[in-house]
């Protein structure tokens, strides 16, 4: 059974950090790439990062870069998305989601999704 799970979600005041994690098990494919997406009230959803299946690639959102780290232990089936500098602007629920071979910032072109963890950025 193919599952993503996502932890580490939670309230932070601006300019904390947090570091959510996605759990993923029951794939049989060795060519995976994990994307996290956000999605805030009224918005559409949102690519935040993504990561190659050897860890090797990643990209991220304009917004997020130099102040989120996305990486993989592969040996977990595990995927990190840290996030500093957190800004109200953040605070959405974070999904990771998978599809093979390719990361995408298009959300309609992965297959399986977590439940998503809440990011509150509020002081």
């Known amino acids: 059974q193919l599952q993503l799970v996502e932890s580490g979600g939670g309230l932070v005041q601006p300019g904390g950090s947090l570091r959510l994690s996605c759990a993923a098990s029951g794939f049989t494919s060795d060519y995976y790439v994990i994307g996290w997406f956000r999605q805030a009230p009224g918005k559409e959803r949102e690519g935040v990062s993504c990561i190659s299946s050897s860890g090797g690639r990643t990209n991220y959102g304009e917004s997020m870069k130099g102040r989120f780290t996305i990486s993989r232990d592969n040996s977990k089936n595990t995927v990190y998305l840290q996030m500093n500098s957190l800004k109200p602007e953040d605070t959405a629920v974070y999904y990771c989601?998978?599809?093979?071979?390719?990361?995408?910032?298009?959300?309609?072109?992965?297959?399986?999704w977590g439940q998503g963890t809440q990011v509150t950025v509020s002081s």
């Open positions: 989601a998978v599809r093979n071979y390719r990361c995408s910032g298009s959300p309609g072109l992965y297959d399986y």
